[in-house]
C-alpha cells in the first residue's frame, strides 16, 4: 500500500518540505538497549581488503579500451581578458584529437559551453582551453603549444579590502541577518562584555581522490564513471547539459575516495567528457591533477569575524553578536558562520549578520560541516575568553549556558547529551584530577576545551531494496554512495540485524543510478540516517515475505515462526528449515523487500553534538606546537559500528588539526595568484604529526529521530577541533592567537609580543 | 621555497604539468660509459640517482633534459668504508644506507641524525647522498652536515678524478661545483677525533616538510675541555647550505660554557643569510631560529663530546 506523506526534511541547516512515498507500517525503534547483536558492534569494513589490495575500482582506476585523455588549460591570471588564442601547432601534435577554446567550444555538443570556456578569465585556474589526446602526456604536450595572449585585470581577492572599495558594492552579498530578542537590552544587562575579532584561512579539501569523470557512450545510453557523493545530481545535471533523457544516463561511483563536501555533482570534467565521448565515438576520461584540484574545485571560505558577548557576573550570556565576511570566490554561497552562535547557548539576545564577498578566486564550495567550522572557532574562542574575564573554569561556563532546548525553535531537541560527553571528556583528559599547565624548560602543555553542534538527522527520499536469494544470501540495493565513510558496512550490519541473517551473507550495491532507487547525496552527515531505516524497512519487508512463504510451504501459523543465524525457528525453539532451504525448494525464488525512509517526526530538533578536549604543546623558543591528545566525545546518537565510527572521528580529528596547525590557501594579495597549490606547500596532516586521539561517545536513546535511533558523525569531529586547540594554546601561552592557522612563526611571534610585518602573501 | 621560486621563475604563472616533457633514457653499465653520455650530450644530459629531486623537476617542467642517465646500473657507487682516518661514503649511497650504518652511528652520528630528518621513508629509501649534493637544494639537509664535517666531494670527469672541499662545493642555489661532464663519485669525511660529538637539528612546520631553518654542529673538546674543532653548516638561511664561520670562531680554543654557546649562538644568527618565505616564515624568524637551534645543537653536540672521551 502506497502513502504519499509530507515532511520537513533539514540539509546542513536548511529546511525543505519534501514529499515521500512511504510504504509498510512504522517499525519499533531500535535503541542501545534492543538486544541487538549486529549492530552496535565493531565489524571491520566488508570492503577494507578490496581497498587495501588494490581491487576496489575508483574512478581513477576505469580505463577503457580506446580511451581519449582530456585535458584542461587553465589561466595563469586571477584576472585576465583573452586577447589572441591560437590552438592550430596543439591540434597539429600528432596523438591530439580535437583542442577546443571559447571560439569552438559551442560544437562540443553541450549546454553550457560559454560558461565554461570563457574569454574573460576571473580566477586562477579558469578553464581557458581543452586538449583531447591518446595519452595524458600528449596532452599536457599539447597544452604547452596552445598560444594564448591575456590582458591581465587587476584582482581582487581580500574581502576586507573590497568592504572598503566604493567601486566593488557589486561584490557584496547581504547582508544575511538573524536576530532573537533585543540585543541591545542584552548588553545593557550584561556585567562583562568581551569583544574579539577572529580571522579562519581558506582550507582545500584534498580528497584523496582528486576530481574525476570517464564517460563512454553504449548506443545513444551514457555511461558515467565520477567520483561523485551525488550519482543523481550527477545525473540530472548531465541530462540538462546534454539533452537527454535521465533514463538514457547511468552514473556509477563504486569506490569513491573522499569528497568532503566538494563532489556534489557535475563537474566541468564530467559534462564536457560526456559531450567529448559522443563526438568522438570514444571514451574520454578527464580526471584533475592535484594543482587543478587545488585551484579549481572550491575550498573552505576564507572569513573574518567580529564576536561580541555579555554575560551576567554569575556567567550568565545575555547576549551574542556576531558580524563576518565571508570570502565566496567567484560565485560561491555564504556559509552559515552563525550556526554555532544561534544553537550553542540558551542566550535569548542573538544577532547574526553575514556578508558573502565575491572574489577573484574560484567559487567556494561546501567544505565537511561548512561555515560552522569557522563560526565555532571564533564563538568558542570568545567563549573562553568570556570564562577568563569572570574567573571561571571555562567548562563550568559552558555547562551554565547549556540549552536545554532548541534555543532558534524553542522545539525540543529528539535527544541531547552534550552535557553528558562534555563530563565524560573532562574525566578523560584529566581536566579536573591534572593540572591544567606543565612548565618543562622550553615547552608548556597545556589543555583546553571547545563544544560543537550540527545536524545529520536524515529524512526522506530515501529507498532501497533487499533481495535474500535462493541460497539465502542478502543483496541490498541502494543508490546511495560510500564516499569512504563506510556507509557499505553498516548497511550490511541493518539489513543482517533486521532479516536475522549473518552479517557475512549481506552484499550491499551502491552508488549505481541505474537501479533507480532514489538515495540522498552523501553529505551534511545524513547518509546513515536517512539510508539506514530505508534498509531496514526494506530487510523488514523481506523478512515478512520469507515469514510468510515459510508459513504456506510448513503449514505453521507465521507469527509463531523467527529468523536467526540464517534459519527459521518454530516458536519452541526448534529448527523449521534454513532460509536456503525454504527458497531453494521454490526453484530458486528470490524474495524482494522494498523500504523507504519513515517520514521525519514533527516538533523535535535533531541535532549532533561534540565535547572536544585538546592538550598541546608549546615550544616557546621556536613556536611548534604540537597536539598531543584530543579526546573526542560524540552525541551521534546510536552507534551502528564503533570501528567505523572511530575512523570517522580521527579523520574528522585529524582534518581539524591540520586546519587548526598548518592547512591554509595562500595567496598573493596582488596577483591573486595561489602560492601553494600542491601537497609540497600545503601541508595536510600525516600519521607521524598526529597525537593521540581518542575518540568516544555517550549514546542516548532518541526515539524520535528515526527507526534506528542514529544520527550523523560525518561533519561533528571537525567542528571544535580548531578552537579546543586555541584555548590549550590560549592557556600555555598566556596570549590569545586570533588568526588560523597556528604556523610557528605567529606563535612565536605572539609569544614575543611581536607584530609580523605584513607580507603580500595573505591566507585569503 | 626556493624550489617553488625556481618554479615560478621558470613557468611564470602557475603553468603546472604532472607528465614530463619526452627525453630519453639512457642506463649506462659504468661510470666511465655515463660520463661519455654526459660529455656527449652535455647541458642536454642529467643525471639519474634516487631521482627524488630530478623526477618532481621535470614533471614540473621546470627541466626538460633530452636525456636522462640513470647510474643505478652502476656498481661501486653504493658502500660506506672506514680506513686510514677517512671515512668513504659512495655517492648512490641512500640516506636509509646512511641511518643504518654502524660506521656513521659510531663515527660521524650527526649523518645519521640528518639523513633521518629528510623528507619522509619513501624518499629516505631512494634518495642518495650523492644526488642530494649535486643538487645543491639550500634547503637540503645533508648539505650542512657535509660542512660541519668539512668532508671533501670526489668528483671523476673524462680526465680524471679531483677532490674538491666542501667549502668550495656550494656554488650557488641549485649549483654544485661540478663541471659539466662530471659525476659526483664519492664523499671522504676525515674521521672525528676522541672526544668529538655531533647533532643536526632541524626546524620543520610538519614532519616531511622542508626545513624553516635546521643546524648542523660538529665538536671535537680536548681532555681539558677546550674545543679543538668546531663546524657548523646552515640550512635553508640562505642561497646555499652555509658554514657559520663566526659561530665555529666563538668557539674553538675555548671551554664551551653557557656564556660561550649564547654567544655562538648568537654568531650563527650573523652568520645566515635568510630571506622572507611566505609558507615558512620571514628573515628575521627564520634568523632567530638559527639561534635557538644553534644552541639546542650545540648543547647536545658538546655532551656527546664530553660522554665520547
Given at each position: ?127 581557458v ?23 591581465p ?13 566604493d ?87 563504486e ?16 559534462v ?32 573574518v ?11 550568565r ?43 577573484n ?29 569572570l ?16 534555543p ?13 560527553a ?93 537501479t ?13 540516517a ?63 523487500g ?10 523535535y ?57 598548518w ?46 535511533g ?23 601561552i ?10 610557528p ?20 | ?33 655515463a ?5 656527449k ?84 629509501n ?31 670527469g ?32 676525515p ?16 614532519a ?6 635546521a ?15 668546531a ?34 649562538a ?39 663530546a664530553?660522554?665520547?672521551?
Amino acid at each position: 500500500m502506497v502513502k504519499v506523506v509530507k515532511t520537513r526534511v533539514e540539509f546542513e541547516g536548511r529546511f525543505r518540505d519534501e514529499y515521500t512515498v512511504v510504504e509498510g507500517e512504522p517499525l519499533e525503534g531500535w535503541s542501545p538497549k534492543s538486544g541487538l547483536k549486529i549492530v552496535g558492534r565493531p565489524h571491520p569494513r566488508v570492503d577494507g581488503a578490496a581497498k587495501v589490495t588494490g581491487s576496489a575500482k575508483y574512478t581513477h582506476d576505469v580505463y577503457l579500451p580506446g580511451m581519449v585523455y582530456g585535458k584542461f588549460l587553465r589561466s595563469p591570471y586571477a584576472h585576465a581578458k583573452i586577447t589572441h588564442i591560437d590552438a592550430s601547432e596543439a591540434e597539429g601534435l600528432p596523438g591530439v584529437l580535437g583542442v577546443y577554446t571559447y571560439k569552438n567550444a559551442a560544437t562540443l555538443g553541450f549546454g553550457g559551453a560559454e560558461k565554461v570556456f570563457k574569454q574573460e578569465v576571473t580566477y586562477q585556474g579558469d578553464v581557458v582551453a581543452l586538449v583531447l589526446a591518446q595519452d595524458e602526456s600528449v596532452a599536457e604536450d599539447a597544452l604547452e603549444l596552445i598560444r594564448v595572449e591575456y590582458e591581465p585585470l587587476r584582482p581582487l581577492v581580500d574581502p576586507e579590502e573590497i568592504m572598503g572599495l566604493d567601486s566593488s558594492k557589486d561584490r557584496i552579498v547581504g547582508p544575511k541577518l538573524y536576530e532573537r530578542g533585543d540585543l541591545e537590552k542584552g548588553f545593557a544587562e550584561a556585567d562583562v562584555i568581551v569583544e574579539e575579532s577572529f580571522k579562519t584561512q581558506a582550507a582545500l579539501h584534498n580528497c584523496m581522490e582528486t576530481h574525476g569523470s570517464v564517460a563512454h557512450w553504449e548506443g545513444d545510453n551514457l555511461v558515467v564513471h565520477t567520483s561523485t557523493q551525488s550519482v543523481f545530481n550527477v545525473r540530472s545535471a548531465l541530462s540538462e547539459e546534454l539533452g537527454i533523457p535521465q533514463s538514457k544516463i547511468r552514473v556509477v561511483s563504486e569506490f569513491m575516495g573522499g569528497g568532503f563536501g566538494s563532489k556534489f555533482g557535475a563537474g566541468e570534467y564530467t559534462v564536457v567528457a560526456a559531450a567529448a565521448a559522443r563526438l568522438l565515438g570514444r571514451p574520454v576520461r578527464i580526471v584533475l591533477d592535484r594543482v587543478e584540484e587545488n585551484l579549481a574545485t572550491g575550498n573552505r571560505s576564507q572569513t573574518v569575524q567580529w564576536v561580541k558577548i555579555g554575560a551576567k557576573r554569575d556567567g550568565r550570556i545575555t547576549a551574542i553578536h556576531l558580524k563576518g565576511l565571508v570570502n565566496v570566490g567567484e560565485d560561491g554561497w555564504v556559509a552559515d558562520l552563525g550556526g554555532p552562535a544561534k544553537m550553542m547557548y540558551h542566550c535569548p539576545n542573538v544577532k547574526v549578520e553575514l556578508y558573502g564577498v565575491k572574489t577573484n578566486l574560484v567559487s567556494s564550495t561546501a567544505f565537511r560541516a561548512p561555515g560552522y567550522v569557522e563560526g565555532d572557532f571564533a564563538l568558542e574562542s570568545a567563549v573562553d575568553e568570556l570564562a577568563r574575564r569572570l574567573n571561571m573554569d571555562p567548562l563550568e561556563l559552558r555547562l551554565l549556558n547549556y540549552a536545554t532546548r532548541d534555543p532558534v525553535t524553542n522545539s525540543e531537541y529528539s535527544s541531547k547529551a552534550l552535557r553528558e560527553a562534555y563530563l565524560k571528556g573532562a574525566e578523560l583528559i584529566g581536566w579536573r584530577s591534572e593540572p591544567r599547565v606543565v612548565r618543562d624548560g622550553a615547552k608548556i602543555r597545556a589543555k583546553g576545551v571547545a563544544g560543537a553542534i550540527w545536524w545529520g538527522g536524515g529524512g526522506p527520499p530515501a529507498y532501497a531494496e533487499v533481495k535474500v536469494n535462493a541460497d539465502g544470501g542478502v543483496t541490498v540495493l541502494t543508490a546511495t554512495q560510500d564516499i569512504g565513510t563506510g556507509t557499505r558496512t553498516a548497511l550490511a550490519q541493518i539489513a543482517a540485524e533486521e532479516l536475522g541473517l549473518p552479517f557475512s551473507s549481506v552484499r550491499v550495491v551502491l552508488g549505481d543510478t541505474i537501479t533507480e532507487l532514489r538515495s540522498p547525496g552523501s553529505g551534511g552527515s545524513q547518509t546513515l540516517a536517512s539510508m539506514g531505516p530505508a534498509v531496514r524497512a526494506a530487510a523488514h519487508d523481506a523478512k515478512n515475505q520469507l515469514l510468510e512463504i515459510a508459513s504456506q510451504v510448513y503449514d505453521v501459523a507465521k507469527e509463531r515462526l523467527t529468523i536467526r543465524e540464517g534459519s527459521i525457528f518454530r516458536s519452541d525453539g526448534s529448527v523449521l528449515c534454513s532460509v536456503g532451504e525454504l527458497l531453494g525448494n521454490l526453484g530458486d525464488f528470490s524474495v524482494t523487500g522494498r523500504g523507504a525512509r519513515e517520514p521525519n517526526q514533527e516538533g523535535y530538533m535533531v541535532n549532533t553534538f561534540a565535547a572536544q578536549f585538546a592538550e598541546v604543546e608549546v615550544d616557546t623558543e621556536t613556536g611548534t606546537l604540537r597536539v598531543l591528545r584530543l579526546v573526542s566525545v560524540h552525541d551521534s546518537g546510536m552507534v551502528v559500528n564503533p570501528l567505523t565510527f572511530t575512523s570517522q572521528v580521527e579523520g574528522g580529528v585529524i582534518m581539524g588539526m591540520g586546519y587548526a596547525l598548518w592547512e591554509g590557501r595562500l595567496v598573493d594579495g596582488e596577483s591573486g595568484v595561489v602560492i601553494n597549490p600542491n601537497l609540497n606547500d600545503y601541508l595536510v596532516a600525516r600519521c607521524s604529526d598526529v597525537g593521540e586521539i581518542t575518540p568516544t561517545y555517550v549514546e542516548p536513546e532518541d526515539p524520535h529521530t528515526n527507526s534506528l535511533g542514529v544520527k550523523g558523525i560525518g561533519e561533528p569531529p571537525i567542528i571544535g577541533v580548531a578552537p579546543a586547540i586555541a584555548n590549550a594554546l590560549r592557556e600555555a601561552i598566556g596570549v590569545r592567537l586570533r588568526e588560523l592557522p597556528f604556523t610557528p612563526e605567529r606563535v612565536y611571534s605572539a609569544i614575543k609580543g611581536i607584530n609580523p610585518r605584513p607580507t603580500t602573501a595573505k591566507y585569503l | 621555497m626556493e624550489t617553488f621560486i625556481l618554479v615560478f621563475k621558470v613557468l611564470g604563472f602557475g603553468d603546472l604539468c604532472l607528465y614530463p616533457a619526452s627525453f630519453e633514457y639512457y642506463a649506462p653499465a659504468s661510470l666511465d660509459e655515463a660520463i661519455d653520455l654526459l660529455n656527449k650530450h652535455r647541458e642536454e644530459a642529467r643525471v639519474l640517482a634516487g631521482g627524488h629531486s630530478l623526477i618532481p623537476m621535470m614533471k614540473l617542467r621546470v627541466l626538460r633534459p633530452a636525456y636522462v642517465i640513470d647510474l643505478n646500473r652502476v656498481k661501486g657507487l653504493k658502500y660506506i668504508e672506514e680506513k686510514g682516518g677517512e671515512i668513504r661514503i659512495g655517492a648512490l649511497t641512500t640516506y636509509y644506507d646512511v641511518i643504518t650504518s654502524d660506521i656513521v652511528k659510531r663515527r660521524v652520528p650527526i649523518l645519521a641524525e640528518c639523513a633521518s630528518v629528510v623528507a619522509d621513508p619513501q624518499v629516505r629509501n631512494w634518495g642518495t647522498i650523492g644526488g642530494s649534493l649535486s643538487h645543491c637544494d639550500p634547503s637540503g639537509d645533508m648539505g650542512s652536515s657535509i660542512l660541519a664535517l668539512r668532508a671533501k666531494m670526489v668528483a671523476k670527469g673524462s680526465s680524471g678524478e679531483r677532490v674538491i672541499e666542501s667549502d668550495d662545493w656550494f656554488v650557488g642555489s641549485f649549483q654544485s661545483a661540478l663541471k659539466t661532464g662530471e659525476i659526483l663519485r664519492e664523499i671522504v669525511i676525515p674521521t672525528p677525533k676522541p672526544g668529538s660529538g655531533g647533532a643536526y637539528l632541524k626546524l620543520e612546520r610538519k614532519a616531511g616538510d622542508y626545513a624553516i631553518a635546521a643546524v648542523g654542529v660538529q665538536v671535537t673538546l680536548d681532555g681539558s675541555g677546550s674545543c679543538t674543532y668546531a663546524g657548523i653548516g646552515l640550512t635553508a638561511v640562505g642561497p646555499t647550505n652555509l658554514r657559520a664561520k663566526k659561530a665555529e670562531q666563538a668557539l674553538v680554543g675555548r671551554k664551551v660554557d653557557d656564556r660561550v654557546i649564547e654567544e655562538a649562538a648568537r654568531a650563527a644568527t650573523e652568520d645566515c643569510r635568510p630571506t622572507d618565505d611566505p609558507l615558512r616564515g620571514s628573515a628575521e624568524y627564520k634568523r632567530a631560529m638559527v639561534g635557538v637551534l644553534t644552541k639546542r645543537a650545540l648543547n647536545k653536540a658538546l655532551a656527546d663530546a664530553k660522554r665520547s672521551r
